[in-house]
């Protein structure tokens, strides 16, 4: 009989996973100091060393656990490849971030507890489908500020609402302090209006070169070559 799938570290795929959701509903119902390794295998069904063989230590099992809630949300995630509104889709993405963080507190928190967690591959999948939302804001001339910038600004209003909540006595959390967060990532992230009317690489050149006698920050030689370059693109359309 062929024996089973076994991980990196030796223990069996589904054992691993076993300890894990284990793990995650104690955090769940306890919270993150209930998460023993005692407690942790005797939920699971198994011995406490056989949490060490599987994950080296207690923070090896918790990184684990953080990687399954990344994994858990990004399966949550819808992705519109060709939203009808760009704006909505921000907010939609905001949304469904923060409700995710509200309805799993505990596992939230741990998750953004350390910043070794951006390395996760799930935390990695779902940055990609964030600057896809922000590519496609740029494209369409929505975007207000830069890419790098827009994203630290959506994390940081949508972990800071989750956080600030939860941080809250129940009877002082008013839904008005997510809308309002909500809103204000909008428009520091985009525009009203399209800064580019025309979608596509000639609209974008059309509208830089036209503001191109607007701006100092170029010498006279590199504005030259760049209304040659824009000239050209520009042409295309």
Not at 115 to 138: D, H, N, Q, Y
Request: charged share 25%.
């Amino acid at each position: 009989m062929p024996s089973p799938p076994r991980t990196r570290d030796g223990g069996p795929v589904e054992t691993r996973q076993r300890v894990i959701e284990a793990a995650a509903d104690l955090l769940a119902r306890e919270g993150r100091d209930a998460v023993t390794t005692r407690a942790v295998a005797v939920a699971a069904g198994l011995q406490p060393p056989a949490i060490y063989r599987l994950f080296g230590d207690k923070d090896g099992l918790l990184e684990a656990v953080a990687e399954h809630g990344f994994a858990t949300f990004l399966a949550a995630k819808h992705v519109d490849p060709d939203p009808q509104d760009l704006i909505e889709d921000l907010r939609a993405g905001w949304d469904l971030a923060v409700e995710f963080g509200l309805a799993n507190p505990a596992l939230y928190t741990l998750m953004y507890s350390e910043p070794t967690r951006a390395t996760s591959a799930a935390f990695k999948a779902g940055m990609e489908i964030l600057m896809g939302r922000i590519r496609r804001l740029a494209a369409g001339g929505r975007l207000r500020v830069g890419e790098e910038l827009a994203a630290m600004l959506i994390h940081a209003t949508a972990r800071g609402a989750v956080l600030t909540w939860l941080s809250l006595p129940v009877d002082r959390r008013d839904p008005a302090l997510l809308t309002i967060l909500r809103e204000s990532m909008v428009t520091a992230v985009t525009n009203e209006e399209p800064a580019v009317q025309e979608v596509g690489p000639a609209g974008a050149a059309r509208a830089l070169r036209a503001t191109l006698p607007e701006q100092s920050v170029l010498s006279g030689a590199e504005q030259h070559l760049l209304r040659e370059w824009l000239d050209r693109l520009a042409s295309d359309g």
